[in-house]
């Protein structure tokens, strides 16, 4: 498909009443894998999860917030969850138009934009970013939080989240396209070097640690994307999914010990704009 001619600078019009991209910007190849996108789904336990611990974190950031975006929305579960959840719209960003296509939020604008283009309609538009599942993918993750940040006004905030633990590296997270995973140490250094603080954040995930440890050892030598993506997330049934669902709530939050993913609130300093 063609995408229609992309107008730089343009605003952002209303939300549309079907589905549509908004192409301000040209699609373009990501490191992620598509196959992912067929697997994750609302259902899924750990992105249910992973919006539990988004609610037990950030509840009052995002209720207060009054233009919120998601850089890498993907499918759109993040955005449909906080529409389910908050009642809110959250702009949703991406160059990869397989999974745009696929979005299911109902509310949300959906655009193709490349955040490095920088366009001047955008600048400090945003007081909540979300960068959920993202950062990791990044080769140069300076260069890419320094772009987030040109969205963002002085004190507003960036939600992240990351895959934890860079013992737990397999061949899982190079089929997803992973560069690394993180420590709360190397989280906030990456963030503080683009002037931005830290203001909450836990590990989560932790009755799930031996579960990557499995999968480390299960996925060695396999070379096939689709095939490790599959066996490394998918749940393979709803008995299996709603067990894993069920685990992965045994844990305190927010918790600073260990997890499979780590999620932090970051606010950027005033004195950098």
């Known amino acids: 498909m063609t995408p229609p001619a992309i107008i730089a600078g343009a605003s952002l019009p209303a939300a549309p009443s079907a589905r549509a991209i908004e192409y301000l910007s040209a699609p373009a190849a990501v490191s992620m894998a598509d196959s992912w996108f067929e697997i994750a789904s609302l259902e899924h336990f750990w992105v249910h999860r992973r919006f539990e611990v988004l609610r037990r974190l950030a509840s009052s950031t995002i209720a207060s917030a009054k233009e919120m ?40 604008r959906v655009c193709c934009y490349d955040i490095f283009q920088c366009d001047p309609a955008l600048r400090q538009r945003f007081d909540v970013i979300f960068l959920f599942d993202v950062l990791e993918h990044l080769a140069d993750e300076q260069k890419f939080l320094n772009a987030v940040c040109f969205h963002l006004p002085p004190q507003g905030r960036l939600i992240i989240n990351v895959p934890a633990g860079q013992w737990a590296f397999s061949a899982y997270d190079v089929a997803a396209g992973h560069q690394r995973r993180y420590s709360i140490n190397t989280l906030s250094a990456a963030a503080n070097r683009s002037s931005m603080q830290i203001e909450d954040w836990t590990y989560w995930g932790f009755p799930l640690v031996p579960t990557l440890a499995v999968r480390k050892l299960w996925l060695m030598g396999k070379k096939n994307e689709s095939e490790i993506i599959s066996q490394g997330f998918d749940a393979r049934s709803s008995v299996l999914n709603q067990a894993l669902a069920l685990l992965s709530r045994c844990e305190p939050l927010p918790q600073k010990l260990l997890g499979t993913s780590l999620m932090a609130i970051f606010r950027l300093d005033s004195r950098s704009r």
């Open 69 to 108: 975006a998601e850089i890498g929305c993907g499918h759109g579960l993040l955005q449909r969850q906080i529409e389910d959840g908050f009642s809110k719209p959250v702009t949703g960003f991406d160059l990869n138009e397989y999974a745009l296509k696929q979005n299911i939020s109902r509310q949300s």
